[in-house]
């Protein structure tokens, strides 16, 4: 088969945020909300540390280039930076009532998710309702409304005293500036997994890529290609293996979007006002982790489930691993059904390589790499990995969905740039009276899209928080969705088979994933920020 032209828009990286494109992926981090009390003289203020700080933010072409540098230290092309030479990160986004303070065009921006606030919002995402719960803005620890922020910086890092260091260098300036910092949070790697949450699931694995070039050469793309060139036409489509490349509209406004050809670009995402071009927006949720209560609940699940015909053997792991879609290592469902394979977990070029209504097969891969791995069979009824498993409701891959074909996958996906936060938890199955840090480890979860309504909260409430979507009968994705229909009592379901194809029922009420805090931010281009934010 003759390969598809395709031709890449040159981005311009220099003015986009580096964490937009192509995303920060440093093991540590720390977060700062930031509000500016609503007095002309501070607000002033906060122009003014705005246009300094617009030289500290980091651009994709600094970030991207970053980025290389580590992929070569990681095959043996370079040293390990040390010292001074090893990189921070720095982002900056604005909640529409901060936007508001540095500029009357905010309001002309045509969302109104982003304008009513993640706080507002909650509900509609299924949050808490009631004033006692600990979920309820009421109660969280940054971004409700007794805590409210008018900007949130992400500084990121190779090391946690590289972030620090820089942390305590914009925290002065702030001060100076009369800007109050109302919330402080370090997050970073688990030293004893890295790359895994505190579920004990890695984390990351699927992450789309971006299409698009650095520059005018026709192979310097942003995201790169690993499948072998002109030997497959999936080379078109996927940067890794299983990585579907999205156009860059998906996450960027004022750039072309999808279409549903994946090889044809769409109409661009929609830049009003006009210095929005080049900006996103940004969703920070601070989703605390019950890790003993999730562990306990599947073992429980297990045990009652190892009785019933079919599912003799079923274990805690075994049957997170089917709530998630992969293994602990990362390893899919789909490709090792009855045990993990972590040798796959950890193959960039494997572990996200399957699909779910076909059989899948190995790719020829550059520098002559090999996938000697077990390859996924069909899954159409969803008997191996489940049709509520977290991977299979949030990327239909090539299943058929409730918005049509395989192009909802692309329209929907998002670029997740957050970490962990909180030290391990040394028994997963203990109880919070047994536990030194009471519970308080999670995720901060931030995620770049050019549409809150469209990407983040259709996943949240459509797929994830619906039983019948994007494919029924499946049931919730109760590793991370809600449920708030009357008269449930927020019970989660879901429906597995056996090895017989019995179908079992796992329900639960049980809240392991818990909203504290969050935020709707918009992240404007390095023009924006200088000539329209900080003016």
């Keep these: 088969m003759a390969e598809l032209p395709v031709i890449e828009?040159?981005?311009?990286?220099?003015?986009?945020?580096?964490?937009?494109?192509?995303?920060?992926?440093?093991?540590?981090?720390?977060?700062?909300?930031?509000?500016?009390?609503?007095?002309?003289?501070?607000?002033?203020?906060?122009?003014?540390?705005?246009g300094e700080?617009?030289?500290?933010?980091?651009?994709?072409?600094?970030?991207?280039?970053?980025?290389?540098?580590?992929?070569?230290?990681?095959?043996?092309?370079?040293?390990?930076?040390?010292?001074?030479?090893?990189?921070?990160?720095?982002?900056?986004g604005f909640t529409f009532p901060g936007l508001q303070k540095l500029t009357p065009g905010a309001a002309a921006i045509p969302s109104p998710a982003f304008q009513q606030g993640l706080a507002t919002r909650s509900h509609f995402l299924g949050d808490p309702l009631s004033p006692g719960d600990e979920g309820h803005p009421d109660n969280w620890k940054v971004g409700g409304p007794?805590?409210?922020?008018?900007?949130?910086?992400?500084?990121?890092?190779?090391?946690?005293?590289?972030?620090?260091?820089?942390?305590?260098?914009?925290?002065?300036?702030?001060?100076?500036?009369?800007?109050q910092i109302v919330y402080r949070e370090k997050g970073g790697i688990r030293e004893d997994e890295p790359g895994h949450e505190h579920f004990g699931f890695d984390d990351g694995v699927s992450q789309p890529g971006i299409r698009g070039r650095a520059s005018d050469d026709p192979e310097d793309f942003i995201t790169d290609r690993r499948i072998a060139k002109h030997q497959h036409p999936e080379y078109s489509l996927f940067g890794y293996p299983g990585q579907d490349l999205v156009w860059p509209g998906v996450l960027v406004l004022g750039h072309p979007a999808t279409s549903p050809d994946p090889l044809v670009p769409g109409v661009p995402s929609p830049a009003v006002p006009d210095w929005t071009?080049?900006?996103?927006?940004?969703?920070?949720?601070?989703?605390?982790?019950?890790?003993?209560?999730?562990?306990?609940?599947?073992?429980?699940?297990?045990?009652?489930?190892?009785?019933?015909?079919?599912?003799?053997?079923?274990?805690?792991?075994?049957?997170?691993?089917?709530?998630?879609?992969?293994?602990?290592s990362g390893a899919p469902v789909n490709r090792v059904p009855d045990a993990d394979h972590p040798k796959l977990g950890?193959?960039?070029?494997?572990?996200?390589?399957?699909?779910?209504?076909?059989?899948?097969?190995?790719?020829?891969?550059?520098?002559?790499?090999?996938?000697?791995?077990?390859?996924?069979?069909?899954?159409?009824?969803?008997?191996?990995?489940?049709?509520?498993?977290?991977?299979?409701?949030?990327?239909?891959?090539?299943?058929?969905?409730?918005?049509?074909?395989?192009?909802?996958?692309?329209?929907k996906r998002l670029l997740r740039v957050g970490v962990p936060f909180g030290t391990s938890l040394v028994d997963r199955y203990a109880e919070k009276i047994d536990d030194p840090e009471k519970g308080e480890r999670g995720l901060l979860f931030l995620s770049i899209q050019a549409s809150i309504e469209d990407q983040f909260e259709f996943l949240m409430v459509r797929w994830m928080g619906d039983s019948a979507r994007p494919k029924m009968p499946g049931g919730h994705d109760i590793l991370m969705g809600q449920n708030d229909t009357p008269g449930e009592n927020r019970v989660r379901r879901c429906v597995l088979f056996g090895s017989g194809v019995q179908q079992a029922t796992v329900a639960t009420d049980a809240q392991w994933i818990v909203p504290t805090g969050g935020g709707y931010f918009f992240v404007p281009s390095l023009t924006a920020l200088r000539e329209v934010l900080a003016k």
């Design 53 to 92: 700080l617009a030289n500290d933010i980091s651009t994709g072409e600094h970030t991207l280039k970053d980025r290389r540098r580590f992929r070569e230290f990681k095959i043996g092309k370079r040293a390990k930076p040390t010292g001074e030479a090893t990189t921070q990160l720095t982002a900056v």
């Design 277 to 328: 071009r080049n900006g996103s927006f940004l969703v920070f949720r601070r989703l605390r982790q019950d890790v003993g209560l999730f562990w306990r609940t599947m073992r429980d699940e297990a045990g009652r489930l190892a009785a019933l015909p079919g599912f003799e053997g079923m274990t805690d792991v075994k049957l997170a691993s089917r709530i998630v879609g992969r293994w602990p």
């Design 9 to 50: 828009p040159v981005l311009p990286l220099s003015d986009i945020q580096g964490i937009a494109v192509p995303g920060f992926f440093k093991p540590y981090q720390t977060l700062l909300g930031i509000a500016c009390p609503n007095l002309p003289a501070v607000i002033a203020n906060f122009k003014t540390f705005l």
């Design 146 to 179: 007794n805590n409210a922020i008018d900007m949130l910086l992400i500084i990121a890092g190779d090391s946690r005293p590289l972030v620090d260091k820089r942390t305590e260098v914009v925290a002065e300036r702030l001060g100076k500036a009369g800007l």
């Design 346 to 411: 950890e193959n960039a070029h494997a572990n996200n390589h399957f699909r779910f209504d076909s059989d899948t097969a190995a790719l020829p891969l550059e520098d002559r790499r090999t996938d000697p791995f077990p390859q996924a069979t069909a899954d159409p009824a969803g008997i191996t990995c489940p049709w509520s498993a977290h991977i299979r409701k949030l990327n239909t891959r090539d299943s058929g969905a409730d918005t049509g074909g395989r192009d909802a996958t692309y329209a």
